[in-house]
Every structure is written in C-alpha cells, then in structure tokens.
C-alpha cells in the first residue's frame, strides 16, 4: 500500500509570493491534516479535512487554507508568503473516524521563503 | 491549552543500553498519547499509540506507559542500536477524538556503535 505522498519536496520563493503544496492520502483514509515544523515553535498543527469538510483549525493566521477533493487529496495554500513561513510542512491521513486510529505522515515539503 | 514537555532534549548512550524518554503533558482530558520517530529531512514514522484506558503498549524493543492522571509517558527502548538514531516526539489528541495532535519538543537520540 502506498504512503502518505506529499509534492513537491522543496519549494523555494519569495516574499509575497503564494504556493499550493499538495498531500495524496494513504488509499482509504479520510482525513488528511497539516503541520507545520520549525526549528524555534516545533510541530504546530494547521489543519483536518474530512469528507472534504473542515473539521478543526489551529492557530494560524488566514493567509493559510486548505481544501480537499472528493478523492481525499488535500491542497494547502499559503498566500503573501512571510520569512518566517520558511519550514517543513508535513501532511498526515488517518482513517478518519474518531477512532484511536494512528497518523501516517508523509516525507513533507520544505519550504524556503527568501 | 495544552501542553506537551518531553525530556531529555537530547540524549547520546553507547550501543546495547537502555534508555527511558519522558513525556508530560498539562490537561489529561486526552484521547490518546502517541510515540513518533523522525529521521532528518524525512517525516514522522509512528511507533505506538496507547488509548487513554490502556496503561502501555509494547513493539518489539520499544515499550510505552501512559500515566494519564499524573500526565506522564514513557517511552522505553531497549538494547539500543545505532539504527534507534532519530529525534523521537510524543504528542496527544485532544478527547474529542478529532485528528488535531499537540506535540511535545522531541528528544534527539544518537546511539553510538
């Protein structure tokens, strides 16, 4: 069964710019959710779609969104691009129903904002 | 607002020992604690997963308790080996069962041969 595939690896960009990063879930799973990881705040979590619904958002300021096709697949979007978005940004799916069922992360895109 | 402090930040122990990693967290109204490797540049690999009704889960040479009530874990490796090289973060769902984990800091792991 094939993981959790996150595209593309490194994204390089500028200030001001916007970037779509894109998560295909494992072949079943649900919900999909994002997280952010950097050296000085660590893993902070973003987002959960399921069912191509919205289902809990963390504490991030609007110019990060999200979305989720029929098929699972997840968007992430950052526009007006900071400094300080520079960081992993990691995709996770699970099955979905509120279950002890584990995450399972993909290899993440590194994003480098100059 | 929960809170996850794992310690030490950093541990390095020669090859065949064992060791304990630490996990505490600040609101116990948790749905589950879970253990996470991550191998540099890469994502997150998950070890174990234990229920808030469960006290511990073993794989393997890892072990895991839960002391919900004091908001404690650990995470116990033993035998190390230089493939256990990895930062290795805790993190805890929230009761409402939804997929929002809090992490804690990690701790980075060398295991010398």
């Known amino acids: 069964k094939a993981g959790v595939t996150q595209t593309p690896r490194y994204l390089i960009k500028t200030r001001g710019q916007q970037v779509t990063l894109s998560c295909s879930p494992i072949?079943?799973?649900?919900?999909v959710s994002w997280y952010q990881q950097t050296p000085g705040q660590g893993l902070q979590f973003l987002f959960e779609y399921f069912s191509e619904t919205q289902r809990n958002k963390g504490n991030f300021p609007g110019r990060f969104s999200g979305r989720q096709f029929s098929n699972s697949r997840s968007e992430m979007n950052v526009s007006t691009l900071e400094l300080g978005d520079s960081a992993l940004y990691l995709c996770?799916?699970?099955?979905?129903?509120?279950?002890?069922?584990?995450?399972?992360f993909g290899n993440g895109t590194r994003l480098t904002v100059t | 607002k929960q809170e996850v402090t794992q310690i030490p930040a950093a541990l390095s122990v020669p090859e065949g020992e064992n060791l304990v990693l630490n996990c505490s967290f600040t609101d116990s109204a948790i749905y589950n604690l879970q253990w996470f490797r991550q191998d540099p540049g890469k994502g997150l690999t998950s070890l174990l997963l234990?229920?808030?009704?469960?006290r511990e889960q073993t794989s393997g040479r890892l072990n895991a308790s839960l002391d919900k009530s004091s908001g404690r874990s650990t995470l116990y490796i033993a035998a190390s080996q230089p493939g256990d090289s990895a930062t290795y973060l805790c993190a805890v769902q929230g009761d409402t069962g939804f997929q929002k984990l809090v992490f804690g800091t990690g701790t980075r792991l060398l295991v010398s041969p």
């Open positions: 072949s079943g799973h649900r919900s």
């Open positions: 234990i229920q808030s009704s469960q």
């Open positions: 996770a799916s699970s099955l979905g129903q509120v279950d002890n069922s584990p995450l399972h």
